[in-house]
């Protein structure tokens, strides 16, 4: 078992910045690979990035390149999002979730574990 709790959400405004955290605890963390979804109101969840077990490799939605940017510390448990140009499409629940088997995957189903979510809102 792995339980990730998500933090860092809230209302920003457009063009603004936000870094959202998600920690780790239960199993060793270095095992599984790591990505972030996000839900809008009305919205099916999607993927917004992912990371490596040894955190070599990323992969991110079109929507979000070149303005945020994944990252873990297998030493801390951490894996972090950092957002920037925020767009008020951005705005939505967030998810971290961690998969036990493979590499990055961008399909929702090849996550095991997910945390509750942190929202993130950002007003035009």
């Known amino acids: 078992q792995v339980q990730l709790v998500e933090s860092g959400g809230g209302l920003v405004q457009a063009g603004g910045s936000l870094r959202l955290s998600c920690a780790a605890s239960?199993?060793?963390?270095?095992?599984?690979?790591m990505g972030w979804f996000r839900q809008a109101p009305g919205k099916e969840r999607e993927f917004v990035s992912g990371?490596?077990?040894?955190?070599?490799?990323?992969k991110y939605a079109d929507s979000v390149k070149g303005r945020f940017t994944i990252s873990r510390d297998n030493t801390k448990n951490m894996v972090w999002l950092q957002m920037n140009s925020l767009k008020p499409e951005d705005t939505g629940v967030y998810y971290c979730?961690?998969?036990?088997?493979?590499?990055?995957?961008?399909?929702?189903?090849?996550?095991?574990?997910w945390g509750q979510g942190t929202q993130v809102t950002v007003s035009s």
């Open positions: 979730a961690a998969r036990g088997l493979g590499n990055v995957a961008q399909v929702l189903s090849e996550y095991d574990y």
């Open positions: 239960g199993r060793t963390f270095s095992w599984y690979a």
């Open positions: 990371i490596s077990r040894s955190g070599g490799n990323t």
